[in-house]
């Protein structure tokens, strides 16, 4: 068949290999099945034969050329100098010509005859949704356009070794960009719309996300007949290391064979997730309480509950904030999912905290920066603490009635000191300044006044205050106990209170990383409970002054207006008296 | 067997429902929005006690011919009101206590994701799975 190349037109059809006579085939078959309802397949002499039989159609060629991503002016070229113009259709050796000559622009020769004389490798396609071409070099894995690609791999160079990148190619994705072009052409992801709202957040460290959109690219070339590639060996390169793990992959679902590829962070990747990590929260050894970390995975755009669920996947130990590794873990989980890799069922075991711990040790972690840990603890304590509100109660019932005494003071003082900054920071602070504080606020005193309702609400206020602590974990039969207690016993307490949580803060140092239940987990919690308490509490108490303020200036408004009235009586009764007197001392 | 379980927040609407067969959800609904007064009405009447660790577990509420219902309460004024089959007579107090612990926390692990709302459906499958494995398991 490769002398088949003989006569027919004056542009004499090259000498055609193996390989690209099946995909040369293929190909005229495709673009000429809808026209003409198949050309012979397969041989060119047959179908030279039957040349007038069997066009190409127009259209599909147009596509198929314009897919190659050469320049219209090339494609002009190549369809005059294959001889479809003068001939006026696209016979097979037209077609089988004009796909050497494409494949010979693509590797860099001039659009001339002589090109195509040469061994030459496949003409590569981009993959257009529309036609369904393959990519080629693998007719073998044509067998569609359908297969859905979970393209972009953003991910850096693990994706080199994640498999299945199909082959489809969407048009939107430009970054499997033509592979005429180098390979290493980083702007590309630019273009990718899918982490364009991602790359806000990249901003400082784009430079390495070109990285896997070409280690990207590798994956796609197909395995099997390709072999005449020599435009295509650097990416073979890649390719071949892809190829080892993803042989099989290519054509079949994501997560099956090799469950953990696509999971697997890299270096690069760490390293920027961890540069990210910290510019959320300086200590690398803590964490990102929720908030935080909702703010910036919103940022990707990715919606909700596919948030959620991530969320829901990396937080192990379910305490509403993520270390260092579960935040990897979560970050990685979004870029695959922003690359259209389907989120996994359960945590894949390279995400887990604790490989991710181990196989990325850094060093920062361990070591005693448990001394600046158990400071920021606090804080992220009490961040964290606004999440966990509920777990806490939950967790610490036990330990609910003593505490809450306790935090009135704190809460007192913390309210004062640092009413909007995280609460905790004066949780371990002196406790000379909070007694100083703690007496005033109860120490309202139950004023003897003629209404009714002044009465009730000054009744209000000292056990509103006194139930204020309390108020934060809404129990109803706790606010009963806190008022008895609480007035002699709060000096006491307090100063015990510093030493507990100066040996909590540290407790929970050690406790913080491991999954947070347990009895080794209470002081902790109460810690915690306590500053998410009191901050409740405060803010309850503070509404309730409020409502007592403005009920008594309200009393008292009125208080005056009857005292002003009761005045003009009196005053009008002592001049009537007056004018009585005279008359009967007379 | 529980038939239903229901996750109810402090406004009094429900946060989450599973009901096990799935056409009588509107009765279990209408059920269980009735038994929520007694739900408050347990809870004033217990007053301070049984402030324990894992919360306020009123227990039986009210049995009806084809239902028990239990309710517990939590911290944060969040119900799980749940209807065990009359025909399983076997069930204590504790056995339903303790479920509803194990539902509690489950419910506490699925506060702490920041993302949904609060007021959104509970979505999240871990929960769904704990559900289920807890209906199908109280017998």
Known sequence: MEAAAGGGCGSGPPLLSESEQQCYSELFARCAGAASGGPGPGHPETSRVASGA?????????????????????????????????????????????????????????????????????PRFMMS?????????????????????????????????????????????????????????????????????????????EQMHPVPYEGRQPLVQPEGPSSGGPGTKPLRHQASLIRSFSVERELQDNSSSYPDEPWRITEEQREYYVNQFRSLQPDPSSFISGSVAKNFFTKSKL???????IWELSDADCDGALTLPEFCAAFHLIVARKNGYPLPEGLPPTLQPEYLQAAFPKPKWDCALFDSYSESMPTNQQARDLNRMEKTSVKDMADFPVPTQDVTG????????????????????????????????????????????????EAELPSQLNRAPSQAAESSPAKKDVPHSQPPSKPIRR?????????????????????????????????????????????????????????????????????KEVHQERIALENQLEQLRPVTVL | MAVCIMVIVKE???????????????????????????????????????????????????????????????????????????????????????????????????????????????????FDNMVTSLMTQVC
């Open chain 1, 303 to 309: 919606s909700i509950p596919e948030l959620s669920y």
């Open chain 1, 54 to 122: 069997a066009t190409a159609a127009a259209g599909p060629v147009a596509d198929l050329f314009r897919a190659s991503q050469l320049p219209a002016e090339t494609l002009h070229q190549i369809t005059e100098l294959c001889g479809a113009k003068r001939v006026g259709y696209f016979g097979p050796t037209q077609f089988y010509v004009a796909l050497k000559l494409i494949a010979a622009v693509q590797s860099g020769l001039p659009v001339r005859i002589e090109s195509i004389k040469c061994e030459l490798p496949l």
């Open chain 1, 495 to 563: 100063k015990f209170r510093p030493e507990n949580q100066s040996a909590e803060s540290q407790e929970p140092s050690t406790t913080i990383s491991g999954p947070a239940s347990g009895a080794s987990v209470k002081p902790h919690p109460t810690v915690q409970k306590q500053s998410s308490k009191q901050k409740k509490a405060i803010q309850t108490a503070i509404r309730k002054n409020k409502e007592a303020n403005a009920v008594l200036a309200r009393l008292n408004s009125e208080l005056q207006q009857q005292l």
């Open chain 1, 410 to 457: 704190d809460d007192k003082q913390a309210l004062k000191s640092t009413l909007n900054e995280a609460v905790p920071k004066d949780v371990p602070e002196d406790p000379a300044t909070k007694s100083g504080l703690l007496p005033p606020p109860p120490a309202l005193p139950p004023r003897p006044c003629p209404s009714q309702s002044e009465q009730v609400s």
């Open chain 2, 12 to 126: 009094n609407y429900p946060f989450y429902v599973r009901s096990i067969p799935v056409e009588n959800e509107l009765k279990f609904h209408s059920v269980v929005h009735t038994s929520l007064d007694l739900v408050d009405e347990k809870i004033s009447a217990m007053g301070k006690a049984l402030v324990d660790q894992r919360g306020l577990c009123p227990g039986l509420l009210y049995p009806t011919e084809d239902y028990k219902v239990y309710g517990y309460v939590t911290n944060s004024k969040v119900k799980f009101v749940t209807l065990v089959d009359s025909s399983n007579t076997a069930h204590r107090d504790n056995e339903i206590c303790s479920m509803f612990w194990k539902l509690h926390n489950s419910y506490t692990d699925v506060t702490c994701n920041p993302f949904p709302n609060p007021g959104d459906r509970i979505r999240p499958r871990v």
């Open chain 1, 129 to 205: 949704k529309n036609d369904g071409e393959m990519r080629f070099g693998n007719p073998a894995e044509l067998h569609g356009s359908k297969v859905q690609i979970p393209y972009l791999t953003t991910e850096k160079n693990s994706f080199k070794r994640t498999d299945d990148e199909e082959k489809q190619q969407e048009t939107q994705s430009p970054t499997m960009s033509p592979f005429a072009s180098p390979p290493s052409s980083p702007p590309h992801y630019q273009r990718v719309p899918l982490s364009h709202g991602y790359s806000k957040l990249r901003s400082s460290t």
